[in-house]
């Protein structure tokens, strides 16, 4: 009976967060408390006792990752609030010769920035200027929104700072910063990132080509300071070397990444005491309260059987063909995650992929590189498969530019197949 209160309650949230624009987190803690409460109403059914807030807290929750989010956040947004990313890309379109290697540039910083910065503040720091270029050039607003959109959402997937499924797949592996780049000895997923980017780059470019007016000067205002610079460069470097004292990811990384946010904040709070309590007002703290419910959900669906379920339905689907598991795994995501939140949906499959490892064959680990990558890369297929699709549409909206569904897809469907495939062929030359 328990069992599939636990999955009717599942089935019933990932609902609610696939239609619900607001009140996501509170709306997936209901979902958790549900269960819970199921669980004490049940107690033959959880023998285990994985539903009592005492295992809740210390077997579902991955603190640490939670806490490399929490300063990783505050310190991306002492970087975007000192101006410093805008003039980068100012001056980034400047030294190119005409409009649309300007344009494809800002879509190419885009992506550099959404590595380490939240993708829906990467969208909101370079559209401004990316409007200012085109309002000037004469160039059509809606590519290259939408290509910025598209291509921090991309490289969201590269680090293990750039977006929650990558947390998510760093915390259930026990993956540090580096892992992303060279894993067990391999090329890792940054690489296969970046191969996808460059295939989805080329799709862009034929987006822009006809775009060939000379560039000309945007105005942007100087930045406050180039401190925040400096605190970037440490936490890439902490997180770097994190690993080495602590190579299980078990604690390290998230508490040094809250204390080094704290330290940041304490100067910002110093130097500009106003804009400190702006920051400390905005922050989204509702993000890393969303995130530790997705670690309970998943973590429910794995305990009460159902994670192994769909490990058990994949493996009578592929038999032992890994070549087959691995695409099925690549390519469902992108469909599911199209019209889906992707977060919840890495969540529950990441276990799947080492019972396929069990079954199957092959490494859990390209399983999961394939999951991260369809997940986040299908997104960008419309205009509602992430969140930041849905800023540019309603910046757009406001500046006289309303984007179709089909008009939306046009450009990220090609952008998506290509980086997809690229990234996909990459994961299995180096790990199939």
């Known amino acids: ?27 997936l803690w209901v979902g958790v408390l549900l269960m819970m409460v199921a669980g004490f109403l049940y107690p033959e059914g959880d023998p285990g006792g994985a539903l009592r807030p005492g295992a809740v807290l210390t077997q579902a929750i991955s603190w640490n990752v939670l806490g ?17 990313p805008v003039l980068l890309a100012d001056r980034l379109a400047e030294h190119c010769r005409s409009t649309h290697w300007a344009l494809l540039g800002v879509c190419a910083f885009a992506g550099f920035v959404s590595a380490f910065v939240d993708n829906v503040t990467t969208v909101l720091l370079m559209a401004p200027v990316a409007l200012a270029i085109a309002k000037r050039t004469g160039a059509h607003p809606i590519p290259v929104l939408v290509g910025i959109a598209i291509c921090a959402n991309l490289q969201g997937a ?16 026990h993956l540090g910063f580096n892992d992303f780049f060279i894993y067990q000895g391999r090329p890792s997923i940054f690489f296969a990132i970046q191969t996808g980017a460059i295939f989805g780059m080329a ?4 987006f822009f080509r006809a775009d060939r007016s000379p560039m000309v000067h945007v105005e942007v205002p100087p930045p406050k300071t180039w401190v925040p610079v400096g605190f970037i460069v440490v936490m890439i470097a902490f997180l770097a070397t994190s690993s080495t004292f602590d190579p299980g990811f078990s604690w390290l990384a998230g508490t040094g990444n809250v204390l080094l946010g704290a330290l940041a904040l304490a100067w910002y709070g110093w130097r500009f005491p106003g804009a400190a309590t702006a920051l400390l007002r905005r922050y989204n703290a509702g ?52 019209f889906v939140d992707n977060i ?50 309603g910046i757009l909206q406001r500046e006289g530019y309303p984007v179709s569904f089909w008009q939306f897809a046009r ?22």
């Not at 328990?2 to 607001?22: D, E, M, N, P, Q």
């Not at 991306?76 to 000192?82: M, R």
């Not at 159902?306 to 038999?319: H, K, L, S």
């Open 1 to 27: 009976m328990l069992r599939w209160i636990i999955l009717a309650v599942f089935a019933g949230t990932y609902l609610f967060l696939c239609v619900s624009k607001r009140y996501r987190a509170r709306g």
């Open 287 to 338: 993000t890393i309260f969303f995130l530790a419910g997705i670690f309970v959900l998943a973590y429910a669906m794995d305990r009460f059987g159902w994670v192994q379920a769909i490990a058990d339905g994949i493996t009578g689907t592929v038999g032992s063909n890994r070549f087959l598991a691995y695409t099925l795994i690549v390519w469902v995501s992108v469909l599911v995650s199209a």
């Open 158 to 173: 590269a680090t293990l700072i750039g977006d929650p499924p990558s947390m998510l797949m760093a915390g259930y592996f």
């Open 203 to 206: 799709v862009l470019y034929g």
């Open 68 to 84: 490399v989010l929490a300063g990783a956040m505050l310190i991306a947004d002492l970087f975007l609030d000192s101006g410093v």
């Open 344 to 393: 919840a949906y890495v969540a529950l499959m990441l276990p799947v992929t080492r019972m396929l490892e069990a079954s199957v064959g092959g490494s859990a680990f390209l399983y999961a590189s394939g999951l991260l990558i369809g997940a986040c890369l299908g997104g960008n297929i419309t205009p509602i498969g992430a969140s930041c699709n849905v800023v540019v549409c």
């Open 411 to 432: 450009i990220g469907l090609p952008f998506t197949l290509a980086a997809t495939l690229a990234g996909y062929l990459f994961m299995w030359l180096v790990w199939g």
